[in-house]
């Protein structure tokens, strides 16, 4: 069965250092892996995604993320945090046997201390 | 409109009320889905309808929940005789599928409390 594990619940930047968001996942094919982040009181929003095109996927806002199949990672990075991005982050995956249907990571909550 | 919009923002019910939620997607969108998001997890599967095909209802947690929609427009969800544990935000996203590869846009959310 496919699933997505984000190692971290909360994780603390100090504005301006490097942010990064860890994700596993597993999978017995290649699957589709997306990020999305949630702010408060506001909709997901999709940041990127990898569909088994290149292993280096840049979205917006300065994140990108890098699918490594031998690791079974896809880590969310950005080199500079900036206060807006204080927010709830998931790591997502389809399933295999429906595309359309997402699997959610429990999520990341960034804090960004000035 | 922009966006995929949901109404209410907020519902507050007494156990054992139904409540109707409603999504309305971006248009165009030929898929629709609904998902919930209990505090501090992620999102679960709830329904997915894909034009005029037969809805994917194998999320739905119980026979209290239902969901409909008309054409490729306007979607409810209702859940009879809520529950406490039917607490949660339940949210609605739409899509346009393009070439296998499709981007679900997410709505704000409908925050249900029952008391």
Known sequence: ?114 | GAGVSQSPSNKVTEKGKDVELRCDPISGHTALYWYRQRLGQGLEFLIYFQGNSAPDKSGLPSDRFSAERTGESVSTLTIQRTQQEDSAVYLCASSFVVAYQETQYFGPGTRLLVL
Request: proline share 4%.
């Open chain 1, 1 to 114: 069965a496919q699933s997505v594990t984000q190692l971290d619940s909360h994780v603390s930047v100090s504005e301006g250092t490097p942010v990064l968001l860890r994700c596993n996942y597993s999978s017995s094919y290649s699957p589709s892996l997306f990020w999305y982040v949630q702010h408060p009181n506001k909709g997901l929003q999709l940041l990127l995604k990898y569909t088994s095109a290149a292993t280096l996927v840049k979205g917006i806002n300065g994140f990108e993320a890098e699918f490594k199949k031998s690791e079974t990672s896809f880590h969310l990075t950005k080199p500079s945090a900036h206060m807006s991005d204080a927010a709830e982050y998931f790591c997502v995956v389809t399933r295999m046997d429906s595309s359309y249907k997402l699997i959610f990571g429990s999520g990341t909550r960034l804090l960004v201390r000035p």
